[in-house]
T-cell receptor, first 112, second 110 residues
Framework: SQTIHQWPATLVQPVGSPLSLECTVEGTSNPNLYWYRQAAGRGLQLLFYSVGIGQISSEVPQNLSASRPQDRQFILSSKKLLLSDSGFYLC???????????FGPGTRLLVL | AQSVTQLGSHVSVSEGALVLLRCNYSSSVPPYLFWYVQYPNQGLQLLLKYTSAATLVKGINGFEAEFKKSETSFHLTKPSAHMSDAAEYFCAVSRRALTFGSGTRLQVQP
């Protein structure tokens, strides 16, 4: 069966520091991968999605970037964190566009 | 463009009462629609999905939703609420990725 992992589970970082969040999927090949952010009291916002290695689409211009160095690995990064980057970051995968997305457990990021 | 509107950011029901969470969608193509549930500090779990087959979709935990094209709605229902149903519920429409509604927090009173 397929599983999706995210780490770390929780992260507290100072403003201006770099960020790297990792997401990996097991049990499937060539998945579509997604990064969402959920700010406190708000819905989910799509940040990036990827249909293959090295293929990244950005939905919202911001302080973040994403990379997909391997088929089942998706990384969310920032060079300098802002206070507004705080939130709950969720990674998801699907077999193809429009299919069900399956979510990881999330990473809670607090920028101080 | 596709979008989803969830009416009511908070819904409170008594245990055993009917649960009704409202979702209206806008889509330029026949939509794929989803309901997800999120428990505190967890990821999202799929409750059910509509992909243009039967208009009444049954999901997990006794939930179901009915697709009504004429009303552009996909409301989520459960005949009898349990305490364990307390969570946040998200409706979503699918294009390349999911476009989510703002969520509805369900409280279940004993």
């Amino acid at each position: 069966s397929q599983t999706i992992h995210q780490w770390p589970a929780t992260l507290v970082q100072p403003v201006g520091s770099p960020l790297s969040l990792e997401c990996t999927v097991e049990g499937t090949s060539n998945p579509n991968l997604y990064w969402y952010r959920q700010a406190a009291g708000r819905g989910l916002q799509l940040l990036f999605y990827s249909v293959g290695i090295g293929q990244i689409s950005s939905e919202v211009p911001q302080n973040l970037s994403a990379s997909r160095p391997q088929d089942r690995q998706f990384i969310l990064s920032s060079k300098k964190l802002l206070l507004s980057d705080s939130g709950f970051y969720l990674c998801a995968w699907s077999g193809s566009e429009r299919e069900t997305q399956y979510f990881g457990p999330g990473t809670r990021l607090l920028v101080l | 463009a596709q979008s989803v509107t969830q009416l009511g950011s908070h819904v409170s029901v008594s245990e055993g009462a009917l649960v009704l969470l409202r979702c209206n969608y806008s889509s330029s193509v026949p939509p794929y629609l989803f309901w997800y549930v999120q428990y505190p500090n967890q990821g999202l779990q799929l409750l059910l999905k509509y992909t243009s087959a039967a208009t009444l979709v049954k999901g997990i935990n006794g939930f179901e939703a009915e697709f009504k094209k004429s009303e552009t709605s996909f409301h989520l229902t459960k005949p009898s609420a349990h305490m364990s149903d307390a969570a946040e519920y998200f409706c979503a429409v699918s294009r390349r990725a999911l476009t989510f509604g703002s969520g509805t927090r369900l409280q279940v009173q004993p």
